[in-house]
Nanobody
Framework: QVQLVESGGGLVQPGGSLRLSCAASGFPFDYYAIGWFRQAPGKEREGVSCITTSGDSTKYADSVKGRFTISRDNAKNTVYLQMNSLKPEDTAVYYC?????WGQGTQVTVSS
């Protein structure tokens, strides 16, 4: 069955970095674009970034442009989200998405 498993979240100080991973299985990974979303407490889920099948095109929410970088390794069926210069407002549960499928999420907390 289709599985998307996020990892790499945690507690980090403002200005710090984290790298999230999304390991996919159960479908032809290199045929699908993948997205990262996040949901902060009391807020709606929002799109953060997405990447095309080959990785040659990416998009970012304005709030993370210049700080986050999405990438993928099709040989490993994995998508990454490198997050630098983290801010308290980046605190959220981060989800990996492919079409109708979602991972379970990984918590990112930015706090001093």
């Amino acid at each position: 069955q289709v599985q998307l498993v996020e990892s790499g979240g945690g507690l980090v100080q403002p200005g710090g970095s984290l790298r999230l991973s999304c390991a996919a299985s159960g479908f032809p990974f290199d045929y699908y674009a993948i997205g990262w979303f996040r949901q902060a407490p009391g807020k709606e889920r929002e799109g953060v970034s997405c990447i095309t099948t080959s990785g040659d095109s990416t998009k970012y929410a304005d709030s993370v442009k210049g700080r986050f970088t999405i990438s993928r390794d099709n040989a490993k069926n994995t998508v990454y989200l490198q997050m630098n210069s983290l801010k308290p407002e980046d605190t959220a549960v981060y989800y990996c998405n492919c079409g109708i499928y979602w991972g379970q999420g990984t918590q990112v907390t930015v706090s001093s």
